[in-house]
Each structure stands twice: as C-alpha cells, then as structure tokens.
C-alpha cells in the first residue's frame, strides 16, 4: 500500500507510471507531472477504469474513501461508472427542474396567448409571491403544504383574487413541469380546498353624484404625478375599465377623430370596443402626449417607461385626496351608469359605452359598433356637467330622449 509521502514524492518519467494502494486503486503518475487517481476494476466479466481524480485535490485518504464506496457498489452488482452517470444526471436535473426554471418556461409559453393586462399581472405575482419562496427549489420536491403557505400568506393581507389566480397559475406550472418530465404528479391540484373563504361580493365603492363637485375639486388640487390625475378624470369622461385605460398604448388613439379603438386582445369580453372621446378627454390626452411622448404607452411606469403604471396607481391617489373607500377606479363606471340611466338615456347606448357583453352573441356580433354617434353625444354632454359641476353648477338630472 502507498503512504502519503511516496504519492507526494512521486517522480514523473517518461512514460506514464503507475503506483499502486490496493483494491485496484492506483496513482496514474503522468510525464508532465500530473498525478491523476484511477480504480480498476471488473464488471459483467469486463475489466473497466473508473476517474476519482487529481492529486493533490483528492489526497490518499479521500481516494481510498471513494475506492471502498466503489467496492460496496460493485457488491451490490451496480457498476460504479453508472452510478456516477446517474447520480449527475439527476444532479443536473435538479439543477434544470427547479420551479423557477418551469415557472419561466411556463410563462413564455402562456405568455402568446394573454392580453397585455393578463401578460402584467401574471409577472407582477410571480415576481412578488411565488418564486421568492420557491424559486430554488427543485419542483419535484415541493409539497402540497408548501404551495398552501404560500397561498396563506398571499390571502393573509387580503389579497383573495390574487390568491386565487396563484392557484390557477401554480396548477399550470405543474402541469407544465409534467409534460416535461420534471414532476409525476400535480401537487398544486385542490388547492381550492383549503382557500380563505372570499367575503359576499359588492359593488366598487362610487360617489352618488351629489359628492362629485367635492370630488372634482380636491382632484383638481391634487399636487402628485399629473399623468395620474388626468388618468382618474379620464375614467369619468370615458368609463374604460382600469386595466384597459393604464395598459393603452398611444397607437389606440386618433385624436383628430376622437375616437379611442381597442382591439379585442384587450378587452375584458374578448370583443374590440370603440370610446367616442368628448372634446375634454381629447384635450387632457394631448397634454399626455407631451409629458409621454417618448413612452409607447400613455400611462407608463414612472421606473419602466415600455411597462403599464401599476394597478394601485389610480386608488392610491384618491386615497391621497381623502376619498379612500369611498371611490375606486373601477367604481366610476357605477358611477357613471347610475347618473346616464338618471338622465333617461338609452339603456342600449349606456351598455355599450360601459363594454357591456350582450346577451345574445349573434346579436353582439353585429351590435358591436352601433350607437357611436349617440354615445359621443351623450358622453359629451355627460363631460360637459362635470366641467359645470366643478365649476360650482348645481348638480341636475336632465332628462334625455331614449
């Protein structure tokens, strides 16, 4: 057997030398000087090399360590060479199926066939809830109790549609990661089982129109981003859904048509839409213009100029003006259809400005952009009273002709 001061004086020649411990292992003693360990052995009748390494990375101790695991392989008829194989195979694999690594394969995938709005919500809940906690780990070896912590603590600050989409999503990685042999089974199925109960749905909170002055007036003193403000006061002057005003590129808009075109991808019901603009929302999106001109989008990140503002933008605002809790984004649009129906306009026009689906596809279909003209003058006389409103006219519901 060798001692570690023979492995260390070991002298080269001229021709590769060998030095050998015991149990086939041996010290390949190179003519550069190299010195690399090797095992010897014999498997399925045929004698075979097995790498362990260099000297003086491996020193004596450690080689014989590896030569005895070797043996105890070779006792339990496994050839060492293929266990080393396998083992960094599924080193590798570990590496490969992580659930990050699905997650992003999965959302490139997917990614073809949301809408823009869809696209940003799905990275933006990804980003901040599922692959902090579960990034690095290998998504074979996730647990049911581990996707449901995670939801917990999405559902723990009220978040329950996020939490909901979550499940959906993680379902989807899952099922993903099957099809490519990274998992064998889906532990992100019913999931829904152990989901916070969601509170009885209400309407978006809105103003009755008798605040609205009160409400015009603080945002006309509003002293944050402008791109904001004039995002709110558009969602009165056009009841666009929020997702489908912050995510607008400026390609939708034909201002000297005052009209705003979006296509179907982008809509909620999967239909395009058409927004007669009034003359007010014209003007608020030329000043836009001028403060986004170098963004595609009209109401861009402050931090990435080619990506939507943030869902909170638009509620965080009116927070900040006093009226949290009791005006959303979304609530305008009650609003709105509220104060038109008060008005006695054409229920018919009222839905279709609001995007509304229609009851009878066919009837959709073809109905999809009438009453352009009756919606642009309802909307103009509908931004003509706030313009009053604000400026101190007394709030009235005149009647209009059906």
């Not at 995002?231 to 201002?255: K, M, N, Q, V």
Request: positive net charge.
């Amino acid at each position: 057997m060798l001692t570690a001061i023979e492995v260390r004086n070991a002298k080269p020649a001229l021709k590769p030398r060998k030095l050998f411990d015991g149990g086939g292992l041996f010290l390949l003693v190179m003519p550069e000087g190299g010195k690399r360990w090797r095992l010897k052995y014999r498997f399925d009748g045929k004698e075979k090399l097995l790498a362990i390494g260099t000297y003086p990375e491996i020193e004596l101790a450690k080689a014989r360590e590896a030569r005895d695991a070797a043996r105890k392989l070779l006792a339990q008829g496994t050839d060492p060479a293929d266990h080393r194989k396998a083992t960094r195979e599924a080193e590798r694999a570990t590496r490969e199926h992580t659930f990050g690594v699905m997650a992003e394969k999965w959302f490139k995938k997917k990614s073809g066939e949301w809408s823009p709005a869809s696209h940003d919500k799905a990275r933006l809940y990804l980003d901040r809830d599922l692959l902090p906690a579960l990034r690095a780990r290998p998504v074979a070896e996730i647990t049911r109790p581990e996707l449901v912590a995670v939801l917990r603590k999405i559902e723990a600050r009220d978040a329950l549609d996020v939490a909901k989409k979550c499940r959906g999503w993680l379902n989807g990685i899952f099922q993903f990661a099957m099809v490519e042999g990274a998992v064998d089974i889906n532990r992100a199925t019913d999931l829904h089982v152990v989901a916070a109960a969601a509170p009885a749905r209400r309407a978006h909170p809105h103003l009755p129109i008798g605040e609205l002055p009160g409400f015009l007036n603080a945002l006309a003193d509003y002293c944050g981003d402008r791109g904001t403000a004039i995002a709110i006061r558009l969602h009165l002057l056009t009841a666009a859904r929020p997702g489908e005003l912050r995510a607008a590129p400026w390609s939708e808009f034909d201002l000297d048509e005052a009209t705003w075109s979006i296509p179907a991808e982008r809509m909620k019901m999967g239909r395009p839409h058409v927004v007669p603009l009034p003359a007010q929302a014209v003007a608020l999106l030329r000043e836009l213009r001028t403060l986004n001109e170098r963004s595609p989008l009209a109401f861009p990140s402050r931090d990435h100029r080619d990506r939507p503002m943030s869902e909170n933008t638009v509620n965080t605002a009116i927070n900040r003006i006093g009226y949290g809790g009791r005006q959303t984004g979304h609530g305008f649009r009650h609003l709105i259809s509220t104060a038109l129906n008060e008005r006695g306009y054409n229920r018919d026009w009222i839905e279709r400005q609001l995007s509304h689906g229609d009851e009878d596809d066919i009837r959709a279909i073809y109905n999809g952009a009438q009453y352009l003209s009756q919606r642009r003058q309802m909307m103009q006389a509908w931004a003509d009273e706030i313009d009053s409103l604000q400026a101190g006219g007394n709030v009235t519901a005149i009647r209009r002709q059906a």
